[in-house]
């Protein structure tokens, strides 16, 4: 048998080949009539370099993390205005975004992820990139945050540790351009959603303010992500009930949905179900006359019936997640 064949089939000397071999080789081996063999030196041989391999493109990962970083922390030495203010160095610019790229793709990986924490990334970009003069390099540091955060504990109590929170949540709420704030709430909704340290720093921070700012804001996607992460927040945390409907949320909300009809206001509607479900504070606030909630859904339902590009009837009464205009109605009846 040649080197890397096994039954006259031949694998590639990487971790996909080591796992086909594994796979291959596991009916024979739970076979109870098969005797273990010793593995030949010509196997051993393959199975060294094969993990060679694998380890050696780990390796070369890192080194790319390496390089990136390297373009990241470089001194920008551009001309400088009659000002004496740093005048504008697109390729420098574009290099640094290659490099704000290449990490982003690298570090979905969680492996490299971790490595590019140990090596200092990420308290670069946040101490210099989520505060850059380029709006650019700031969005593409807030999504680097974001993929590294998600679903990785470590990474997001290191973030918290080293005051990323704050920062994006002054870029989600007044940063002058609208891809920083929508990329910068992103990061945001990796850092507290399911995680109870960042949801104690974004309440410290009077998050759900930034949220309620994002809801009102002219950035469609801003608005989309602001309610769907309020929803969210509402659905894991109903404790929070109590303190939304003290700050005026229910108010907030009903003046949202006298806005143009949007598909947005399907997780605006869902957080006003979620607050009005046992809870009646909010079903108290949802009945005051001046509020007019009843009509306003009443007539919204009959204004966009048989509209079909609105799909709104879906979200009023056939919701899987009970996101239903008929529930709200219900409740406050």
């Known amino acids: 048998m040649s080197e890397g064949e096994q039954n006259g089939r031949r694998y590639p000397r990487n971790l996909q080949g080591v796992l086909q ?4 080789a ?32 780990q390796l070369d990962e ?3 993390i390496k390089r990136c970083l390297s373009v990241l922390r470089k001194e920008n030495v551009g001309d400088k205005d009659e000002n004496g203010e740093e005048m504008r160095d697109e390729d420098d610019e574009d290099e640094r975004e290659s490099a704000f790229e290449m990490l982003s793709e690298l570090c ?9 924490m140990v090596l200092g990334g990420l308290e670069l970009c946040v101490s210099q990139y989520l505060c850059h003069v380029q709006s650019g390099l700031r969005w593409r540091a ?14 997001q109590d290191h973030l918290l ?50 949220l309620m700012r994002g809801m009102q804001s002219e950035n469609e996607k801003l608005r989309t992500k602001s309610a769907f992460l309020l929803l969210n927040l509402l659905t894991s945390h109903p404790d929070q009930k109590e303190p939304l409907v003290s700050m005026g949320m229910v108010q907030q909300l009903v003046s949202v949905l006298r806005t143009p009809h949007s598909h947005f206001h399907e997780h605006v509607l869902g957080a006003l179900c979620c607050l ?14 001046a509020l007019g909630l009843e009509e306003l859904l009443r007539q919204r339902a009959k204004d966009l019936q048989g509209k079909e590009e609105s799909q709104v009837m879906k979200v009023f009464h056939n919701s899987s997640n009970s996101l239903n205009l008929t529930k709200v109605l219900k409740v406050m009846s």
């Open 142 to 155: 807030a999504e680097l945050i974001a993929s590294c955060a998600q679903n990785m504990p470590q990474l």
């Open 108 to 116: 979905e990986n969680l492996d490299n992820a971790r490595d590019l």
């Open 161 to 210: 540790s080293i005051g990323t929170l704050p920062k994006l949540l002054q870029l989600t709420d007044s940063d002058p351009n609208p891809t920083v704030r929508v990329k910068a709430l992103y990061a945001v909704s990796c850092l507290v959603r399911e995680q109870e340290a960042g949801l104690q720093a974004f309440l410290a921070h009077d998050g759900f303010s930034v």
């Open 62 to 64: 890192v080194e790319q």
């Open 276 to 289: 009005v479900e046992d809870f009646s504070k909010a079903v108290t606030e949802c009945r005051i006359p």
């Open 26 to 57: 596991g009916p024979a081996a739970e076979a109870p009539t098969s005797a273990v063999q010793p593995m030949s030196e010509e196997r051993k041989t393959w199975l060294r370099e094969a993990l060679s391999e694998v380890c050696k493109g």
């Open 21 to 24: 071999m594994a796979v291959d």
